[in-house]
């Protein structure tokens, strides 16, 4: 069956950017910090703020690093690019970090979900992740079989891409969750943001597998944050929305997190008391949905987020 990417006619595809670097503990922190700062200063333009050659000292690290530090930040919705300025903070960058943030050492593990939903859930810089946590069902991962199939799934959407791109990125991809501990630094391996997840195994050398099941450090109120989203990607406008998709849809909670089914009711259970009544469950007459009020806002949807602190 062919397989196309979520949200097609939405986002462009985007398969590079980290220059083969996971993403590393205080990265997103380092960049909110640095794009704040330069908003607070006063500079007219943050454009060569990761490219410029005080980079350097600015990060603490080399040239592509930085350019590293950029790609994630962005993708994981902390900064945004800025016609006039170059660089922006975004609301979720300031709520996390910013003033009074809920975690500004990125210590909390909610923030660790949270970076995999904005890389597997949404994707909009992170194709591979969307596409590997989405698409590929089966019960172990063969890197040469992931990169023959996202080759086809590149090709089905008229993605120009190389497959050494394409290489790279898988490989990027799953090191952010399994650090390869026979090669990289015992730094690497510390410093890994999603590998505390422990959503991907290593069962031999080149081959994982997806844990699936409880995620007992999600949140509730991440994973309300999170079917918000999803809803609003796959049916916006609607009331209800259906245990079914919720549990097994493309990019829905339940895929994107690998819960099993019987998690995905015990978390929709208690909607009602996580988000206090702005989300219920309902189940009658062989119709188990999720219902919302449509006047819920993004300031509620950011309480959702801030309870997961709690």
């Not at 399994?178 to 690497?188: F, I």
């Not at 949140?219 to 944050?225: N, T």
Request: proline residues 4%; charged residues 25%; contains cysteine.
């Amino acid at each position: 069956m062919k397989q196309t990417d979520l949200n097609l006619d939405k986002d462009k595809p985007h398969f590079s950017g980290h220059e083969t670097f996971p993403l590393r503990q205080l990265w997103l922190k380092k960049a909110y910090s640095q794009v704040k700062e330069s908003i607070d200063i006063g500079a007219k333009n943050s454009r060569g703020l990761f490219s410029n050659d005080d980079a350097i000292v600015k990060f603490g690290v080399g040239k592509n690093m930085a350019s590293a530090i950029r790609h994630w930040a962005l993708a994981c919705g902390i900064i945004a690019e800025s016609e006039e300025f170059g660089f922006t903070t975004t609301p979720l960058g300031d709520k996390l970090f910013g003033d009074d943030g809920l975690d500004p050492y990125q210590e909390h593990p909610t923030t660790a979900w949270l970076i995999h939903w904005k890389l597997a859930g949404e994707g909009k810089r992170s194709t591979t992740w969307r596409w590997l946590f989405n698409y590929v069902l089966e019960p172990t991962l063969d890197t040469e079989n992931l990169l023959s199939n996202l080759q086809s799934f590149a090709k089905d959407n008229d993605y120009k891409i190389s497959p050494t791109s394409l290489k790279r990125d898988i490989e990027c991809c799953l090191r952010c969750y399994v650090p390869r501990s026979t090669e990289d630094s015992p730094e690497d391996i510390s410093d890994s943001v999603l590998g505390e997840l422990s959503l991907i195994n290593q069962t031999s050398r080149g081959h994982f597998e997806f844990s699936r099941g409880n995620k007992r450090s999600l949140k509730d109120g991440l994973f309300a944050y999170s079917l918000i989203n999803f809803w609003e990607s796959h049916s916006p406008g609607t009331a209800t929305i259906s245990f079914e998709s919720i549990a097994h849809e493309y990019g829905s909670p339940g895929r994107v997190f690998k819960l099993d089914e019987a998690t995905v009711l015990d978390r929709v259970q208690g909607l009602n008391d996580a988000t206090k009544g702005k989300l219920n469950w309902s189940d009658t007459a062989g119709m188990k949905q999720v219902s919302r009020k449509l006047d819920l806002t993004e300031k509620d949807k950011f309480n959702f987020l801030v309870s997961a602190y709690a």
